[in-house]
């Protein structure tokens, strides 16, 4: 029993989305009823699945300038602007040890806006 409890599932789900105690609560107890760790685990779940959607916001439109090989009709101010915006809230949540979930979106924003920025040059 004690090997299944340490086995490939706890090593990906501990560190990311649960604490041990509730791994512990959920998949090894079956306490599948436990409201304080379902808690942690859909929070966490939908922190993640945000910030992998995020992956996804400007890449349409990353791809449609980078197929025109034109940025025309984007104002460079406002693009710079939002920029300045996504750092501002990334750096902030850095410094202040906020977990990955919440300022992970940004990050992946801020990269997409910089490569945008880069085809106005």
């Known amino acids: 029993m004690a090997a299944e409890a340490d ?4 090593r990906l789900l501990v560190p990311i989305l649960l604490p041990e105690k509730c791994y512990d609560q959920l998949f090894v107890q079956w306490d599948l009823l436990h409201v304080p760790c379902l ?3 859909l929070s966490k779940g939908l922190g993640l699945g945000i910030v992998a959607g995020s ?7 990353v ?3 980078l197929g025109a090989k034109s940025a025309e009709g984007l104002s460079l ?10 750092t501002g809230t990334m ?3 850095i410094t202040n040890n906020f977990p ?9 924003l801020m990269l997409q806006t ?5 085809s106005h040059l």
């Open 114 to 118: 910089i490569t945008i920025c880069f």
């Open 100 to 108: 990955f979930s919440s300022w992970g979106e940004a990050l992946f």
């Open 91 to 93: 750096v902030y949540s």
């Open 63 to 65: 791809f449609k300038i």
């Open 7 to 10: 086995g490939p599932l706890k």
């Open 39 to 41: 808690k942690i685990l």
């Open 77 to 86: 101010q406002s693009v710079m602007l939002e920029l300045v915006a996504l």
């Open 55 to 61: 992956l996804l916001v400007k890449l349409p439109q």
